[in-house]
């Protein structure tokens, strides 16, 4: 993975500067990084350095909120806090974030009511309380929330009648004496109906103001038309009282039925299967599907789901507005030591959990470690969100890791010093990088492996470990004893590129995506616990160059970054390669035949897939500032 770091890497990392200056260092380019998280529901979106800039942003969606990276400390919201219903129902354009906005909308409405989402029940509601008929027939136009009103219409009709709903009786007519003479001795038509049935030994009526009023003495009766066979009156208490799910009462009209529902904790008004009042309060918390606990306010909900694991906030509508679920981890490697360049680094990411700058390197056999740790770095990256895990290397040097593998003095030395700097820096843990490790030091690395993950997490730490993808044809004979090294360290980082490296003889993709995904299953076959398991993903690509008889001449590492500006140059044609799942771009240049296989946005987001599908604890990229901070734009939603 390392092998290709360029001489001019390496006198970087040497040519460190004082304590003083990197701190510095630190102070200016800080407020570089971002510190503001948008999300849309619980989906993060994106982050930015000032919280203006996140507000400006998340603005652009609705149901937006913006909180601190480092904390989760939420900051801004519009989150409607007033939802509109008519006969139940709502749109997604009757929420408002003020009062006076839902009221003005209401009022332009029939019976709707608006529901405080930080409060149960109404603010306010202009459900009809008087109902207007023209002989057996009314109409939803007729629906009155006062006397007056409903008059007013009744004065341009004639044989009409008021009916009362809370009361379901009838409170005012415009018939004369002499009509209601008429209709009294006309063929009787109206029959008292209980259950499907005629109510035994009562008459048929001809005036509908008797038929109803008798109606009034059956609980649950209604007026049936025997003529036009309409049910042309109810006295059913259609208005159910629900709570958990289980009726628990009714009434005939919509203000009983709330009156009964206050009297009932967490009840809701049911009619024709619509919500009309509810007493539960808008907001819940989970633990997965299991729900543990109602909330009115937001920042009460929130509170309370920070303290469990995998916690989300929803509505009762079924709206998540807040999680913290399962999430992927995402690790970055430096690559340096430089305090000024991991900032630059980090500061272009979004959603990074972990950072591992190469501050640790065994110098030699005797276990002597060289140190350029900057513990500004580790406070500055707590503040964020951000963990710590410096990476530690052994050189890629065969010889002086086998003497060092066959002196225990010197390993528990070094294990001391790494462990004990480590405390004193506040990191997360320390991710073991020793490669070219002699295949002869297979239990001798194992042992060391085991030593220094039970230092670590003595402390309270982690221990990473990066291994290469390899093959299982193979990987018996190499030093990385997968099956004993999983049950003691904390992760173990499949490091799936160089597929085709800097020494091969024949050109091909960084990591085919085929590839790739045959590596996570040869460690899986290991019994490593997927929640062990990192994907390793490279942010870089790997150009060819061949002679006119298509022989390999050199090749060269090309940052991710810096391959669009290439095609570009290079006029490079591109045809998709099925083997790798990725572009192959081809151009000719002073007789020379150039190749590589692209690195992109859509296939980082296919080696993002690939870890959620093989549901792995997350991805590492080597490494941070090869790639387009617009990247990490997509790599947040994906999280």
């Known amino acids: 993975m390392r092998k290709w770091i360029s001489t001019t890497l390496l006198l970087l990392l040497v040519l460190q500067t004082s304590l003083t200056t990197l701190t510095s260092t630190v102070e200016a380019a800080s407020p570089q990084m971002t510190k503001y998280r948008v999300y849309q529901n619980d989906q993060a979106l994106k982050e930015f350095a000032t919280q203006s800039q996140a507000i400006a942003y998340a603005g652009k969606f609705a149901y937006s909120h913006v909180e601190t990276i480092s904390g989760r400390a939420w900051v801004w919201d519009n989150l409607p806090r007033y939802q509109l219903y008519q006969n139940g129902k709502t749109q997604s354009k009757w929420a408002f974030q003020s009062y006076n906005e839902a009221l003005s909308t209401a009022r332009k409405l029939t019976n709707v009511h608006i529901r405080d989402l930080e409060n149960v029940g109404w603010v306010y509601q202009s459900y009809a309380k008087y109902q207007l008929f023209q002989g057996d027939n009314t109409n939803i136009k007729w629906s009155f929330p006062t006397l007056a009103a409903a008059k007013q219409e009744a004065s341009k009709w004639g044989n009409a009648h008021i009916m009362e709903l809370n009361s379901n009786t009838w409170v005012w007519s415009n018939l004369t004496a002499a009509q209601v003479k008429a209709q009294q001795e006309a063929a009787p038509v109206y029959q008292l109906m209980l259950n499907g049935g005629p109510v035994e030994n009562t008459p048929l009526y001809s005036f509908l103001k008797e038929a109803i009023h008798a109606s009034a003495g059956i609980t649950g009766s209604e007026v049936l038309n025997v003529k036009t066979n309409k049910i042309v009156h109810s006295n059913t208490a259609d208005y159910l009282i629900q709570q ?82 399962k999430k992927l981890v995402y690790m970055g490697w430096n690559g340096s030591s430089s305090s000024s360049t991991i900032i630059g680094h980090t500061a272009n990411t979004q959603g990074l959990t972990i950072d591992s700058p190469t501050w640790f390197e065994l110098a030699a056999a005797d276990g002597t470690v060289t140190d350029k740790s900057d513990p500004a770095i580790v406070s500055l990256f707590k503040e964020k969100g951000i963990q710590v895990m410096p990476l530690v290397h052994n050189q890629f040097n065969k010889q002086m890791t086998t003497a060092f593998l066959k002196n225990s003095t010197a390993q528990k030395s070094f294990i001391n010093t790494i462990t004990t700097r480590l405390s004193q820096l ?147 044609q591109g045809t998709y390669d099925a083997a790798s799942g990725q572009m192959k771009y081809k151009y000719v240049k002073d007789g020379f035949t150039y190749l590589f296989w692209a690195e992109t946005e859509a296939t980082v987001k296919a080696r993002i897939d690939l870890a959620k599908a093989y549901d792995l604890a997350g991805v590492a990229a080597w490494r941070l500032g090869y790639e387009n901070s617009d990247l990490w734009t997509m790599m947040l939603r994906m999280k």
């Open 244 to 325: 958990a799910g289980k009726i628990v009462g009714s009434a005939i009209s919509l203000e009983a039925a709330v009156q009964l529902a206050k009297k009932t904790p967490n009840a809701e008004v049911y009619y024709k299967d619509q919500v009309y009042w509810s007493g539960i309060p808008f907001l819940a918390v989970y633990q997965g599907d299991n729900k543990l606990k109602a909330f009115n306010a937001r920042s009460s909900a929130v509170a309370y789901a920070k303290g469990f694991a995998n916690s989300s906030v929803r509505t009762s509508e079924g709206r998540t507005i807040w999680s913290q679920t």
């Open 426 to 572: 506040g990191a997360a843990g320390v991710n073991l990088d020793f490669e070219e490790v002699a295949g002869s030091d297979r239990i001798a690395y194992t042992s060391f492996v085991t030593a220094f993950a039970k230092a670590v997490q003595a402390k309270g730490m982690q221990l990473s470990i990066d291994l290469p993808r390899g093959s299982l044809s193979w990987n018996h004979l190499t030093a990385y004893d997968h099956a004993a090294l999983a049950p003691v360290v904390d992760t173990i980082i499949i490091m799936a590129y160089d597929e085709h490296w800097s020494g091969s003889d024949t050109p091909g993709s960084v990591a085919g995506l085929q590839w790739a995904e045959e590596g996570v299953k040869h460690f899986l076959s290991y019994d490593i616990p997927r929640n062990k398991l990192m994907l390793g993903i490279p942010f870089y690509v790997r150009e060819w160059k061949l002679d006119s008889s298509n022989k390999l001449v050199s090749n060269r590492a090309v940052l991710m970054k810096e391959v669009p500006k290439l095609i570009a140059d290079t006029h490079a």
